[in-house]
Nanobody, 116 residues
Framework: QVQLVESGGGLVQPGGSLRLSCAASGSIFSIYAMGWYRQAPGKQRELVAAITSGDSTNYADSVKGRFTISRDNAKNTVYLQMNSLKPEDTAVYYC??????????WGQGTQVTVSS
């Protein structure tokens, strides 16, 4: 089992920045990839960014050049640095971990609201 706890969401003005954190615990040795997804009201959950155990990264086209995913192995934490935020980035952001044989784990979600 893997437990994920997110933090760092909130309200920010357009053009502002936020950093989300996701701390993993439990069977962290089995994790081979982690990522951030988001879900806006009335829309499907979508991948925002992902990072593998080999540090390969992948981003949604809509956030390339604005968001950066990174990790601190010593803290078992993955970060999502979000810059130049837009109102369309408003959503609940979920941390995801893939472990073992394609077992998916999810955090509880953190709200990000971009509004003036």
């Amino acid at each position: 089992q893997v437990q994920l706890v997110e933090s760092g969401g909130g309200l920010v003005q357009p053009g502002g920045s936020l950093r989300l954190s996701c701390a993993a615990s439990g069977s962290i040795f089995s994790i081979y990839a982690m990522g951030w997804y988001r879900q806006a009201p009335g829309k499907q959950r979508e991948l925002v960014a992902a990072i593998t155990s080999g540090d390969s990264t992948n981003y949604a086209d809509s956030v390339k050049g604005r968001f950066t995913i990174s990790r601190d192995n010593a803290k078992n934490t993955v970060y999502l640095q979000m810059n130049s935020l837009k109102p369309e980035d408003t959503a609940v952001y979920y941390c995801n971990a893939m472990a073992g044989t394609n077992q998916a784990y999810w955090g509880q979600g953190t709200q990000v609201t971009v509004s003036s």
